[in-house]
């Protein structure tokens, strides 16, 4: 399918991000978000906080996505926004706010699955990055799905593997709370696991058949752990920051690592991407580009940090694909915290 140059403007509010983006064609004229740091006191997201921060930071989000783009509202050929899956206050807002504006200005409005926007994240140009050709095998790491998935194109999505507990985010956030650091864990894990050991402490590896993730078992191996050695020693956590973070980071990424290439062996596709917002882990990156130097017949596509996290652009991209192939909603659409696949 090919994307014309659609002027398409994209709504993203499932979770604690307000994002609104505009594209054309497959450029990205701008990509704008608000990130709330409100929930970095309670440990992790409070769904009737975020839902009144999206209420606050919608129209000042989409206003400036406008301006930057240079564009006009009337313009738009249409609207995409998130109607699902993730928090429904949150969805709510951004639900409501598509609908209200496509009413407003007469524009076709089209309901967008978040996980596979994450998923067509990689069709967005940037610099130096080439887009997947299909079929590829995605694995979308973030805090709510861990998932692994044929892409036979941008409308058929094949779930082969996922989680059977926690996310990969999740296990992220969960050690990172053990270990005292605030809320989202996961880019501290990374950051401190830069100096640190990877090697220095080992925690239960799960043995999930087939291609399935889990994270449960590791996350209470690092729990008593933590608990036997902080009885013994006070400081410990704090002695050992950077070596605890890398190391948990290391079960994680190898977890992920080992499934996709059990993944790749058994669909023989060759053409791999990663995405959502655990794609940014330095570590899993570095790992997927050890795999792809010593398998150079693998294409790897790893999309820029800003493309990875909760994002607009990737609501906008997969709503130009929707719309390419006819695709559009009316306003009967609603919210969906549970969107199916
Ligand atoms: O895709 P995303 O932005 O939102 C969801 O749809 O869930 O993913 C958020 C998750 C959080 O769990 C956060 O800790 C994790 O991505 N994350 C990271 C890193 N950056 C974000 N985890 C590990 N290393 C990172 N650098
Ligand atoms: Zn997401």
């Not at 930071?57 to 206003?63: A, L, S, T």
């Amino acid at each position: 399918m090919e994307l014309n140059n659609r002027l398409i403007l994209g709504i993203e509010s499932s979770c604690d991000d307000t994002s609104a983006a505009v594209l054309r064609g497959t450029q990205i004229l701008a990509n704008i978000t608000h990130t709330q740091l409100i929930h970095e006191a309670y440990g992790g997201v409070v769904p009737e906080l975020a839902s009144r921060a999206h209420i606050e930071h919608i129209v000042p989000v989409v206003k400036r996505a406008i301006e930057t783009a240079q564009v006009s509202l009337k313009d738009i050929d249409a609207i995409a926004f998130t109607q699902g899956p993730g928090l429904m206050g949150s969805l709510v807002v951004g639900t409501s706010f598509a609908k209200g504006l496509a009413l407003a200005l007469n524009k076709p409005l089209i309901g967008v699955h978040h996980m596979k926007a994450h998923i067509l994240s990689h069709f967005i140009t940037h610099e130096g990055m080439t887009a997947p050709s299909f079929p590829y095998l995605c694995l979308t790491v973030s805090g709510g799905h861990t998932q692994l998935v044929v892409v036979h194109d941008a409308l058929h999505m094949e779930i082969i593997g996922k989680t059977i507990d926690d996310a990969a985010g999740e296990a992220f956030d969960k050690a990172a709370k053990m270990l005292g650091l605030p809320y989202p864990g996961g880019p501290l894990i990374d950051q401190y696991g830069h100096n640190g050991n990877p090697m220095a402490f080992t925690f239960a590896e799960p043995n999930i058949p087939e291609l399935n993730f889990s994270f449960s078992g590791l996350k209470t191996s690092i729990l008593y752990y933590l608990k036997k050695e902080v009885a013994k020693n006070s400081e410990f956590i704090a002695e050992n920051l950077n070596d605890l973070c890398a190391s948990i980071q290391h079960s994680i990424t190898d977890i992920l690592l080992k499934k996709l290439k059990k993944a790749q062996q058994q669909t023989g596709i060759k053409c791999i991407a990663v995405s959502g917002g655990v794609s940014v882990n330095s570590d899993l990156r570095a790992k997927l580009q050890a795999w792809q130097v010593t398998n150079p017949e693998l294409s790897m596509h790893i999309a820029l940090p800003s493309y990875c996290t909760d994002n607009a652009a990737m609501i906008a991209i997969t709503g130009a694909f929707l719309f390419e192939a006819g695709i559009t909603h009316d306003q009967q659409i609603s919210a969906n915290a549970k969107l199916p696949w």
